[in-house]
């Protein structure tokens, strides 16, 4: 056993530097290296593709519409169009369905409707637009309009059903006589109507105090017939394929002396200024085909000869053309309006600018 001694004292002298080394003061555990923390590497942000959306904007059936602007709904993208050819083209469109806008709205040959395009992994470059014609633009009151010479058969008719309309006065007064015909645009970008050559029946109703020709469409109203009236005329076209009516109104003109059309002489002026007999109105500066450029409603006072104008329909509206003003009517039959500034037209920007101080004639 003694001869064991020396090692058991040295194995204590190694437990003992052992045990002093852990209770150092720092006992925290420092690994023998340290590594820099794992770096992860920037992904790029991917490139959208974009493409390119071109064309022609139009302003009539043979010309271009020169320093107008198109623009995209919802990016907001723009380009106007070349002041040489009417050629536009937007750049950086990425994928997508897009509202294109034209601006002028409306030009003398009618009005833009903003149209939908796709962009789809190509270049769009051959999206061109012109403006609707105005036989088919949304329109006020109606009145006796002229025709173009010559006839189309209906099953011809390049246009839905409810194109067709009825030419002919809206007023009328005792004893007038008129004939309505059956008109229609020949095809939907075309600005003029023409009559209609296909069988038509015509019926007025009610049959007391009027009456109308079922072949000739000749409407004879009364020299007994009571004003403030109204009656309805109808066609029914072919055999039962279409039916359309309108209403006639037969009217005193010493009740209504602004009921007609009047026209100014002035150039720039007022083409075509409507009121009917039943209290709507519509404005015309600078015609084409059918095409109107406001509407409304109207009352005056004849005692006072106060006379308010309220647009509530309009391919584009003159600055100030509505509102609150005086007529008269002189001896020589001329329509004088003081404070209503109706419109004029201004050839360069092809659009309305303010004109008053109208004197119309019928």
Same mark, same amino acid.
Not at 118 to 147: C, E, K, Q, W, Y
Not at 157 to 175: K, R, S, T, W
Not at 279 to 296: C, K, L, M, R, S
Not at 306 to 319: E, H, M, S
């Given at each position: 056993?003694?001869?064991?001694?020396?090692?058991?004292?040295?194995?204590?002298?190694?437990?003992?530097?052992?045990?002093?080394?852990?209770?150092?003061?720092?006992?925290?555990?420092?690994?023998?290296?340290?590594?820099?923390?794992?770096?992860?590497?920037?992904?790029?942000?991917?490139?959208?593709?974009?493409?390119?959306?071109?064309?022609?904007?139009?302003?009539?059936?043979?010309?271009?519409?020169?320093?107008?602007?198109?623009?995209?709904?919802?990016?907001?993208? &723009?380009?106007?169009? !070349? =002041? /040489?050819?009417?050629?536009?083209?937007?750049?950086? *469109?990425?994928? @997508? $369905? +897009?509202?294109? #806008?034209?601006?002028?709205?409306?030009?003398?040959?009618?009005?833009?409707?903003?149209?939908?395009?796709?962009?789809?992994?190509?270049?769009?470059?051959?999206?061109?637009?012109?403006?609707?014609?105005?036989?088919?633009?949304?329109?006020?009151?109606?009145?006796?309009?002229?025709?173009?010479?010559?006839?189309?058969?209906?099953?011809?008719?390049?246009?839905?059903?409810?194109?067709?309309?009825?030419?002919?006065?809206?007023?009328?007064?005792?004893?007038?006589?008129?004939?309505?015909?059956?008109?229609?645009?020949?095809?939907?970008?075309?600005?003029?109507?023409?009559?209609?050559?296909?069988?038509?029946?015509?019926?007025?109703?009610?049959?007391?105090?009027?009456?109308?020709?079922?072949?000739?469409?000749?409407?004879?109203? &009364?020299?007994?017939? !009571? =004003? /403030?009236?109204?009656?309805?005329?109808?066609?029914? *076209?072919?055999? @039962? $394929? +279409?039916?359309? #009516?309108?209403?006639?109104?037969?009217?005193?003109?010493?009740?209504?002396?602004?009921?007609?059309?009047?026209?100014?002489?002035?150039?720039?002026?007022?083409?075509?200024?409507?009121?009917?007999?039943?209290?709507?109105?519509?404005?015309?500066?600078?015609?084409?085909?059918?095409?109107?450029?406001?509407?409304?409603?109207?009352?005056?006072?004849?005692?006072?000869?106060?006379?308010?104008?309220?647009?509530?329909?309009?391919?584009?509206?003159?600055?100030?053309?509505?509102?609150?003003?005086?007529?008269?009517?002189?001896?020589?039959?001329?329509?004088?309006?003081?404070?209503?500034?109706?419109?004029?037209?201004?050839?360069?920007?092809?659009?309305?600018?303010?004109?008053?101080?109208?004197?119309?004639?019928?």
């Amino acid at each position: 056993m003694r001869k064991l001694r020396p090692v058991f004292i040295l194995c204590l002298a190694l437990i003992s530097t052992l045990v002093l080394a852990c209770n150092t003061s720092d006992s925290t555990l420092v690994p023998a290296t340290a590594l820099p923390p794992t770096s992860v590497p920037e992904t790029p942000a991917p490139t959208i593709p974009t493409y390119s959306i071109g064309g022609v904007i139009l302003n009539s059936s043979n010309d271009w519409l020169l320093g107008g602007k198109v623009w995209l709904s919802p990016s907001g993208q &723009s380009a106007q169009t !070349s =002041t /040489d050819d009417g050629v536009y083209q937007i750049m950086g *469109v990425p994928d @997508g $369905e +897009y509202l294109v #806008s034209v601006a002028p709205e409306c030009v003398a040959h009618g009005c833009y409707e903003p149209a939908y395009v796709t962009v789809a992994g190509a270049d769009v470059l051959d999206f061109h637009m012109a403006p609707i014609p105005a036989a088919v633009l949304p329109n006020g009151p109606r009145l006796a309009r002229s025709v173009v010479e010559g006839a189309i058969l209906l099953e011809d008719i390049e246009f839905p059903a409810d194109n067709l309309v009825i030419l002919g006065p809206i007023d009328m007064q005792a004893g007038d006589s008129s004939e309505l015909v059956l008109a229609a645009p020949p095809c939907l970008r075309c600005e003029d109507l023409i009559t209609v050559d296909a069988p038509v029946t015509w019926s007025v109703a009610p049959g007391i105090g009027v009456k109308i020709d079922p072949e000739t469409g000749v409407l004879d109203v &009364s020299p007994a017939a !009571s =004003t /403030d009236f109204s009656y309805t005329v109808t066609a029914d *076209v072919g055999e @039962g $394929e +279409y039916s359309l #009516s309108v209403d006639v109104d037969v009217y005193s003109q010493e009740d209504n002396p602004l009921a007609g059309v009047w026209s100014e002489t002035g150039e720039n002026g007022v083409n075509t200024l409507l009121f009917t007999s039943s209290g709507e109105f519509a404005v015309t500066i600078n015609p084409y085909g059918n095409y109107q450029d406001y509407w409304g409603t109207y009352t005056f006072d004849l005692a006072i000869g106060d006379l308010v104008l309220t647009a509530d329909g309009a391919n584009q509206v003159a600055p100030e053309g509505v509102g609150i003003g005086t007529f008269e009517i002189g001896a020589d039959g001329a329509l004088t309006l003081t404070g209503h500034c109706l419109g004029a037209w201004d050839a360069n920007e092809q659009s309305l600018v303010e004109g008053c101080g109208h004197v119309l004639e019928r």
